[in-house]
């Protein structure tokens, strides 16, 4: 590996040059000097434990650090321009790693966004501002049919598989889950040791492929999900209907990462790419999801089910809200997932082209639930680029009840976004099935740093919401956060979209809407013949 290299030629620069010193003038001994201090540098880098780019690329990865040290412009031209716009923008990158070394993010000279550009959002302070609680809020996720539910945090884990991560950087982020009191989503690619390492509770999503639960053929085994969901780690089942990033495709693990103990944990070949089909086969319309999350309610023994999903038609939303009363089942909970979500793999027009926002596909299910009658029954997650305290009001002004994150907490543990997550390449050790780069990822260091991440944003929230002169998240609402929509007007939440009453599609759709309602079937995610 690099590492070994870099300190065996450093080692052998020093012997050869040590041998021309010898036998030469004694200007050949300066150079001694400084191959010798390199080496003791390599060494440090590969022992020490804080940094795994340096673990992984001693001597060579102080370039990074260099870099940050004398940026914005030489960093911001090196690094962001590999970048295409995808990952977190320089001051959010910058504050998540602070955050996670515990350091405070106060900045100075003021902000450095363009705040008279058309599409500045903020939000509405009160000239009365509130104390904040000791103790920040949280969620109870669990229906009338619940009979175990579960107290979430503002911000958690958003669904990441061992496959997608490494299982250094799974340990690390359940260890911080178990130390911050937050939950920690498994991802699509089954529940292994590494997700229970740390005792921190999880969230146990079910993909189209039932990894780890499944049978030979591929079908969900209800027998296996039994044992599983048995578990007192687990807090919440979510099955997993699409992605933000690859919305209408099942997830892929490139072949150069399903090693063998991947394969083993999921139950497919390995060393061959692993695709998930892109619908269920344990349900084809939306009244059969739902029977399907009263199933595996049964079979978990009461605990909260849900299911997680990119909107893309409206008309889908309301077929399942009309199933949902038509059976009189509900989940106990949804997670929208928008587009600007992350992954290890996708199609480049599926990111880009497929899919709604997070705003608003967060604000479609809202409204449908809200215009159905249900939003008291059912609890909102949102996941989608959600990195910093303001992220947090701003998606619950937009109707969820608490949030998730995935880049953000990759970023806590080690990620520095380099983008070679299919590759199995990961220079830290983050993303990669390669046992000699996850090796620089130290889980004791790293579990630390993604638990003061989370802790220090969600306080941020705590925060600004005092500031807004609110005590908790039901006090919010949309006149509180408002946008430029052009350069002499600016309008708030309330204004800009529709907001429906309780129960207004029963009985009176308006007429925005009133296609889509009657479109919407419960038996079929298609629309009914001749009303769309």
Same mark, same amino acid.
């Given at each position: 590996?690099?590492?070994?290299?870099?300190?065996?030629?450093?080692a052998?620069a020093?012997?050869l040059?040590g041998?021309?010193?010898?036998i030469?003038?004694w200007a050949?001994?300066?150079?001694?000097?400084?191959l010798?201090?390199?080496?003791?540098?390599g060494?440090?880098?590969?022992?020490q434990?804080?940094?795994?780019?340096?673990?992984?690329y001693?001597?060579?990865?102080?370039?990074?650090?260099?870099l940050?040290?004398?940026?914005?412009?030489?960093?911001?031209?090196?690094?962001?321009r590999?970048?295409?716009?995808?990952?977190?923008?320089?001051?959010?990158?910058?504050m998540?790693?602070e955050?996670?070394?515990?350091? !405070?993010g106060?900045?100075?000279?003021g902000t450095?966004?363009?705040?008279?550009?058309?599409?500045?959002?903020y939000?509405?302070?009160?000239?009365?501002?509130?104390?904040?609680?000791?103790?920040?809020?949280?969620?109870?996720?669990?229906?009338?049919?619940?009979?175990?539910?579960?107290?979430m945090?503002?911000?958690n884990?958003s669904?990441?598989s061992?496959?997608?991560?490494s299982?250094?950087?799974?340990?690390?982020?359940?260890?911080?889950?178990?130390?911050?009191?937050?939950?920690?989503?498994?991802?699509?690619?089954?529940?292994?040791?590494?997700?229970l390492?740390?005792?921190g509770?999880l969230?146990?999503?079910l993909g189209?492929?039932?990894?780890?639960t499944?049978?030979?053929d591929?079908?969900?085994d209800?027998?296996?999900f039994?044992?599983t969901?048995?578990r007192?780690?687990?807090?919440?089942?979510?099955?997993?209907l699409?992605?933000?990033?690859?919305?209408?495709?099942?997830?892929v693990?490139?072949?150069?990462?399903?090693?063998a103990?991947?394969?083993?944990?999921?139950?497919v070949p390995?060393?061959?790419?692993c695709v998930s089909?892109? *619908?269920?086969?344990?349900?084809?319309?939306?009244?059969?999801?739902?029977a399907?999350?009263?199933?595996?309610?049964?079979?978990?023994?009461g605990?909260?089910?849900g299911?997680k999903?990119?909107?893309?038609s409206?008309?889908?939303v309301l077929?399942?809200?009309?199933?949902?009363?038509?059976?009189?089942? *509900?989940?106990?909970?949804?997670?929208?997932?928008?587009k600007?979500?992350g992954? *290890?793999?996708?199609?480049l027009?599926y990111?880009?082209?497929?899919?709604?926002?997070?705003?608003?596909?967060?604000?479609?299910? !809202?409204?449908?639930?809200?215009?159905?009658?249900?939003?008291d029954?059912?609890?909102?997650g949102?996941?989608?680029?959600?990195a910093?305290?303001t992220?947090?009001?701003?998606?619950?002004?937009?109707?969820?009840?608490?949030t998730n994150?995935?880049?953000?907490?990759?970023?806590?543990?080690?990620c520095?976004?380099a983008?070679r997550?299919?590759?199995?390449?990961?220079?830290?050790g983050?993303?990669?099935?390669?046992p000699?780069?996850a090796h620089?990822?130290?889980?004791?260091?790293k579990?630390?740093?993604?638990?003061?991440?989370?802790e220090?944003?969600?306080?941020?929230?705590?925060?600004?919401?005092?500031?807004?002169g609110?005590?908790?998240?039901?006090?919010?609402?949309?006149h509180m956060?408002?946008?430029?929509?052009?350069?002499?007007?600016?309008?708030?939440?309330?204004?800009?979209?529709e907001?429906?009453?309780?129960?207004?599609?029963?009985?009176?759709?308006?007429?925005?809407w009133?296609?889509?309602?009657a479109?919407?079937d419960?038996?079929s995610?298609?629309?009914?013949?001749?009303?769309?």
């Open positions: 590996m690099l590492r070994f290299f870099i300190l065996g030629f450093l052998t020093v012997l040059v041998v021309a010193a010898a030469g003038s050949w001994w300066v150079l001694v000097a400084l010798v201090l390199l080496l003791c540098v060494v440090y880098d590969m022992v434990k804080r940094h795994s780019v340096l673990r992984n001693p001597v060579l990865g102080h370039m990074r650090f260099l940050e040290g004398i940026r914005p412009e030489i960093q911001q031209y090196f690094v962001e590999n970048f295409d716009g995808r990952p977190f923008d320089r001051d959010v990158r910058t998540i790693y955050r996670a070394k515990g350091i !405070h106060e900045l100075s000279f450095e966004r363009d705040v008279e550009q058309v599409g500045y959002e939000l509405v302070h009160s000239t009365a501002p509130v104390p904040e609680p000791k103790t920040p809020p949280r969620v109870l996720i669990g229906g009338p049919d619940c009979t175990k539910p579960y107290s945090s503002l911000l884990v669904a990441m061992f496959g997608a991560l299982a250094n950087a799974l340990r690390a982020l359940n260890r911080a889950a178990a130390m911050g009191g937050f939950a920690h989503d498994t991802g699509e690619g089954g529940l292994t040791p590494y997700h390492d740390g005792g509770d969230v146990w999503e189209s492929g039932y990894f780890g499944r049978t030979a591929g079908a969900f209800p027998h296996r039994t044992e969901a048995a007192e780690q687990v807090k919440a089942i979510s099955i997993k699409s992605q933000g990033a690859k919305p209408g495709l099942g997830g693990l490139p072949a150069a990462k399903v090693s103990e991947i394969a083993a944990y999921r139950g390995a060393h061959t790419k089909p892109a *619908a269920h086969s344990a349900f084809h319309t939306p009244r059969e999801l739902i399907f999350v009263a199933r595996l309610r049964e079979l978990s023994g605990k909260p089910v299911f999903l990119c909107v893309g409206r008309i889908d077929a399942i809200c009309k199933a949902i009363q038509a059976e009189g089942i *509900a989940p106990d909970f949804i997670v929208v997932d928008g600007e979500g992954t *290890a793999a996708a199609p027009e990111e880009d082209n497929v899919g709604l926002p997070l705003t608003d596909g967060l604000m479609t299910l !809202h409204n449908a639930l809200v215009g159905t009658g249900l939003r029954r059912i609890r909102l949102a996941s989608g680029k959600v910093t305290g992220d947090i009001v701003k998606r619950l002004i937009q109707g969820a009840d608490y994150s995935a880049r953000a907490m990759m970023m806590a543990v080690g520095i976004q983008q997550c299919h590759t199995n390449k990961c220079p830290v983050v993303a990669t099935q390669d000699r780069r620089a990822l130290d889980v004791a260091d579990s630390v740093r993604a638990q003061r991440y989370q220090a944003t969600v306080q941020q929230a705590v925060q600004l919401m005092a500031s807004l609110v005590g908790e998240p039901g006090e919010l609402n949309p956060l408002r946008k430029k929509i052009s350069p002499t007007v600016v309008q708030s939440y309330a204004e800009l979209y907001w429906l009453a309780p129960g207004e599609l029963l009985s009176d759709p308006p007429r925005g009133r296609m889509d309602w479109a919407a419960p038996d995610f298609r629309p009914m013949p001749g009303k769309a």
